[in-house]
C-alpha cells in the first residue's frame, strides 16, 4: 500500500515541476524510515549548472523537516517513451544518506527498480562502513 502511495505522490510533484528547456517535468517522492514521504520536483534554470533534480529536491525537503533515513525512493518522468534513473549527482547525494534504498523509476508506460548500490557501487563516503 504505502508503494502505491509513493509512486501516486512522484507523479503529483512532477505537476509542480518548472522544465521550460527540457520540457521534461520530474517528481520525486521519499519514504522515510519514520513512514512520511516527501516530494520533490525539477526545477530547471537559463543557466544550467542551476538546475536541481527532482530526487535532490526531495531529499532536501526531507532533512529540513528532520529525516535523515530513507528506504525507497519513486522518480517520474512525464513522458512516454523516456525512463530516467537518477543522475550521478542525485545517485551520490541520495548515497549520503542511504545506499541501500531501493529507487523506482518510472514513466507513463515502464517501471524499473534496483538498489541505489547497483546504480552507485562505487559510490564516495567518508564512513569506512559504505
Known amino acids: 500500500m504505502k508503494e502505491e502511495?509513493?509512486?501516486k505522490e512522484a507523479i503529483e510533484?512532477?505537476?509542480?515541476?518548472?522544465?521550460?528547456?527540457?520540457?521534461?517535468?520530474?517528481?520525486a517522492a521519499i519514504l522515510t524510515k519514520n513512514g512520511n514521504i516527501y516530494r520533490g520536483c525539477n526545477v530547471e534554470n537559463a543557466?544550467?549548472?542551476?538546475?536541481?533534480?527532482a530526487e535532490r529536491t526531495a531529499v532536501?525537503?526531507?532533512?529540513?523537516?528532520?529525516?535523515?533515513?530513507?528506504l525507497k525512493i519513486a522518480i517520474y518522468v512525464d513522458n512516454e517513451e523516456i525512463l530516467f534513473p537518477p543522475c550521478g549527482a542525485c545517485r551520490?547525494?541520495?548515497y549520503e544518506f542511504s545506499p541501500e534504498m531501493e529507487v523506482i523509476y518510472f514513466n507513463k508506460q515502464?517501471?524499473?527498480?534496483?538498489?541505489l548500490k547497483n546504480l552507485l557501487p562505487?559510490?564516495?563516503?567518508?564512513?569506512?562502513e559504505r
Open 47 to 53: 543557466s544550467y549548472g542551476l538546475t536541481i533534480c
Open 122 to 128: 562505487a559510490g564516495f563516503s567518508l564512513e569506512s
Open 92 to 94: 551520490q547525494v541520495l
Open 5 to 7: 502511495i509513493l509512486l
Open 60 to 70: 532536501f525537503n526531507a532533512v529540513i523537516n528532520g529525516e535523515k533515513e530513507f
Open 13 to 27: 510533484a512532477s505537476k509542480n515541476a518548472y522544465a521550460p528547456y527540457s520540457n521534461f517535468k520530474v517528481g
Open 110 to 115: 515502464k517501471k524499473e527498480r534496483t538498489i
